[in-house]
């Protein structure tokens, strides 16, 4: 199952934002009120974004956070996992905490989190000067590749882990079952925490999709270890990211076809693509068919005419 990378960081950022309070923020985290918990804005984040974005997607967050002497505080999360050259990306950050600040007229706390091997484009400063008038807009920034592994496995913090688990994505085995190796292990690691279950869960849904197998037999015996580490008849939870990706592509292929023939033509062709992918990853037909609004009858008979097709030729891949 390919899920995208800015879904599955939105979610677990927003599943464990008290942890990644700590993580990114331990200076500051002890004038936060946690019991009040957080707004997270990501509609109103849209309204705010730079008329330029055109289609590239970010991962982006906008969160409401109160402090303990009753002020509020908005936080800017943007995770960078591409690494493609934005020369734009500077003054894109200092446009949107210029409008949140005007909007809300409180304070933002800006983070920027690269996730690529290209340094060149991990910046955390805005400048522009002309004709004697200067901005400078200094934010924080997070550069994966300068935390090593080895040093992420020895930090306590639980959204360590998280990060460890992105190094996936910057050192990437060609040998699958390293990967699985990789995976595995953490999992295991995590388990070893005091950490309470469904956080455990929603890590496992990141660790497991973050960078996925392109090997039909080695995502299979990855599952059914992960069955005998978790002691499920079934993988820990993927509901949200799955649920989250496939309503967005369900838009943004609606958009493209503009004609209702069309899109239920998409519909169509996502089911036979989708519904194997799920059931691959250990899911029963009624859970397929519960978590995505599909009749039970549909569903089966998807994963049927997959299971004869297989005879013949692989399941369609996607890379990413």
Not at 54 to 61: C, E, F, N, P, T
Not at 125 to 137: A, D, K, L, N, Q
Not at 308 to 314: A, F, K, N, Q, V
Request: charged share 30%; hydrophobic share 40%; net charge negative.
């Amino acid at each position: 199952m390919n899920i995208s990378k800015d879904t599955l960081w939105k979610g677990i950022i927003e599943n464990l934002f008290s942890d990644f309070l700590w993580f990114f923020f331990e200076e500051y985290a002890d004038q936060i009120d946690f019991d009040r918990g957080f707004v997270f804005l990501d509609s109103e984040l849209e309204k705010l974004l730079p008329d330029n974005e055109g289609s590239i997607r970010h991962a982006d967050k906008l969160v409401r956070v109160w402090l303990l002497n009753g002020e509020e505080a908005w936080f800017l999360i943007h995770v960078e996992v591409q690494g493609y050259p934005d020369e734009f990306f500077p003054r894109r950050m200092f446009e949107i905490s210029y409008r949140c600040t005007e909007k809300y007229q409180h304070p933002v706390v800006a983070l920027a989190i690269f996730t690529d091997k290209n340094r060149r484009y991990h910046q955390k400063r805005y400048y522009h000067s002309f004709m004697g008038t200067t901005h400078i807009y200094e934010y924080n920034a997070y550069s994966l590749i300068d935390h090593p592994k080895e040093e992420l496995a020895l930090n306590t913090k639980l959204f360590a882990i998280v990060m460890e688990a992105a190094w996936q994505y910057l050192e990437k085995p060609e040998d699958e079952n390293l990967l699985a190796h990789i995976k595995l292990d953490l999992i295991r690691r995590l388990f070893k925490r005091n950490v309470d279950k469904d956080k455990i869960r929603k890590i496992i849904q990141f660790i497991s999709l973050y960078v996925g197998f392109t090997k039909p037999e080695i995502q299979h015996n990855f599952v059914e270890e992960l069955k005998l580490i978790t002691k499920a008849d079934k993988p820990m939870g993927i509901e949200e990211a799955i649920q989250e990706e496939l309503k967005s592509q369900g838009r943004e292929e609606g958009r493209q076809e503009g004609r209702e023939e069309g899109r239920e033509e998409e519909r169509e062709h996502a089911f036979h693509k989708f519904i194997p992918q799920l059931y691959r990853l250990g899911m029963s037909p009624e859970d397929i068919a519960a978590l995505n609004d599909i009749p039970l009858e549909k569903v089966s008979q998807v994963i049927e005419n997959w299971q004869d097709s297989m005879l013949t030729e692989p399941l369609e891949t996607e890379e990413e």
